[in-house]
Every structure is written in structure tokens, then in C-alpha cells.
């Protein structure tokens, strides 16, 4: 007698659509996500944008980044307390 589990116990079938393809920076696969935000300052966009990040709690494997103006302006907050001191 054979002991066999049908493969619809454990999988479906589903049609969908996906990208042609996947873009990479380094290792990581990169999804670009692009949105057409209402006008507000680049600061408060970042901060919405990582408050929705952290509510997402996602897995340690997915990480977020920004890339162009949103980059350099995180960049440059990062070296604001040494500035400040500085001063």
C-alpha cells in the first residue's frame, strides 16, 4: 500500500502576474517603489515612510534603503550631531 500525499495537500496553483525582470544592488534582489506623494517637505515624507517601515515589522531578510535626493538628505542628518558640536 503506498503511503502517497496528493500534491494539492500541500500546494496550489494560482495564475498572476510578475515582473520581467528583477533588478539587484549587490547581493540584494531591489524593488523600486515610486509614488507620486502630495507636496510636503523631503523630511516629512522620510519620516512617514520609515513610520511605515517599522509598523511593518518586516523580516531581518528584507531591507529598505532610499536612493537620490531622499539618500543624500538621510546622509546628511546622520552627520548633524557631530556639525552641531563642532559649532
Known amino acids: 500500500m ?4 496528493p500534491l494539492s495537500a500541500f500546494s496550489h496553483f494560482e495564475k498572476t502576474t510578475e515582473a520581467l525582470s528583477i533588478n539587484h544592488q549587490g547581493n540584494f534582489r531591489q524593488s523600486p517603489y515610486r509614488s507620486i506623494w502630495r507636496e510636503c517637505a523631503l523630511g516629512e515624507a522620510i519620516t512617514a515612510v520609515d513610520k511605515v517601515e517599522k509598523d511593518l ?23 548633524e ?7
Open 2 to 5: 503506498s503511503n502517497a500525499v
Open 57 to 79: 515589522h518586516m523580516p531581518p531578510s528584507l531591507q529598505a534603503g532610499f536612493q537620490g535626493t531622499a539618500a543624500s538628505f538621510t546622509n546628511s542628518l546622520s552627520n
Open 81 to 87: 550631531p557631530l556639525l552641531i558640536l563642532a559649532g
